[in-house]
């Protein structure tokens, strides 16, 4: 049984969006709850880093971040979309809660390359896998499983990375970051039609870019047997050098948001197959970011099973 390293800190919490937003803190709070409950697997805690800015512009320009920082308002919120959608917001404490959860990710992409480590999660927010190059979208500035692919690739003799997301919203950040690189594979599986409407099986990059959308009311069965056949297999093929996962959570049943059928223990079978590509081509390594889910009690069940998918 592996051990799993867990980066967050407390910033992570301190980001607000006003009451009623599905993005809240008490989903990062349940997590870290449910966490601390598992007495079967070996876990160790460390605190997210800020991120360097040079690190972030691997993908990012500094323009963008520079735009965005200035924004931060003194208090209260402020929406960085145009309305109707200014649904990605932005606090007084935001500009660390970014820096924190992206530079999660680089942390542990340094514990994967120079140790003995093989499996990291990182449990921070805000989330990522939306935002663009320069597009901030759906609750997302930086993206921080870009970012960390970037930096393996800058950082060590690591050349293909794969990033699996099985977030239920399409990651339509993660895919125009990568959409002409065939050294990244980006594969997704995700409702379709819902946010962000993107994902549809004919994007497919460079040939590096696997799309899986399916309709509302699959069930964990049909969704497991998409997966395989359209996710995994494909990554199988490239033979990734090291594996990312967009871990959201809100293709299970309880989810508000979207009306896909997993159960808890499902997450397990999902990670399950990701950690035997790692362990036959990634020597094992995989680092997860948490993206979506927005149901508390479904994150806190769906936790543990991803956490112990992890750590076979």
Same mark, same amino acid.
């Given at each position: 049984?592996?051990?799993? +390293?867990?980066?967050? %800190?407390? =910033?992570?919490? &301190?980001?607000? @969006? #006003? ?105 921070? +927010?805000?989330?990522? %896998?939306? =935002?663009?190059? &320069?597009?901030? @979208? #759906? ?111 809100? =293709? ?61």
């Amino acid at each position: 049984m592996e051990n799993i +390293r867990i980066y967050s %800190h407390s =910033a992570c919490l &301190s980001k607000e @969006n #006003g009451e009623g937003h599905p993005e809240r803190k008490e989903r990062l709070d349940s997590i870290l709850e449910s966490i601390n409950d598992i007495d079967d697997i070996n876990i160790d805690f460390k605190d997210a880093p800020l991120a360097k800015y040079s690190d972030i512009n691997l993908v990012h320009p500094q323009s963008y971040l520079d735009d965005i920082f200035l924004m931060i308002p003194e208090n209260g919120l402020v929406g960085v979309e145009k309305e109707p959608y200014a649904d990605t917001l932005l606090c007084p404490n935001s500009k660390e809660a970014i820096l924190r959860a992206c530079g999660a990710g680089i942390s542990a992409s340094d514990d994967l390359i120079g140790g003995d480590l093989k499996r990291i999660f990182c449990a921070v +927010r805000p989330p990522g %896998h939306h =935002a663009e190059t &320069s597009r901030v @979208n #759906g609750f997302c500035f930086v993206n921080n499983a870009a970012v960390a692919a970037r930096y393996l690739q800058s950082n060590s003799e690591i050349k293909k990375v794969a990033i699996i997301d099985f977030d239920v919203h399409h990651g339509n950040g993660t895919q125009e970051i990568f959409y002409n690189d065939d050294s990244v594979l980006y594969g997704s599986i995700h409702q379709h039609p819902l946010f962000p409407g993107t994902g549809l099986e004919s994007e497919k990059g460079v040939g590096n870019i696997f799309n899986a959308p399916i309709e509302s009311g699959t069930s964990s069965t049909e969704f497991i047997e998409i997966f395989n056949d359209k996710i995994i297999k494909n990554v199988i093929e490239f033979e990734p050098e090291f594996i990312i996962i967009s871990a959201g959570f809100d =293709a299970h049943k309880r989810d508000p948001l979207a009306s896909i059928n997993l159960n808890s223990e499902d997450y397990l079978t999902l990670t399950q197959a990701i950690v035997e590509v790692a362990n036959q081509y990634s020597d094992g390594r995989v680092i997860s970011f948490l993206e979506g889910g927005y149901d508390l009690l479904a994150l806190s069940e769906s936790i543990k099973a991803h956490l112990k998918g992890l750590s076979v």
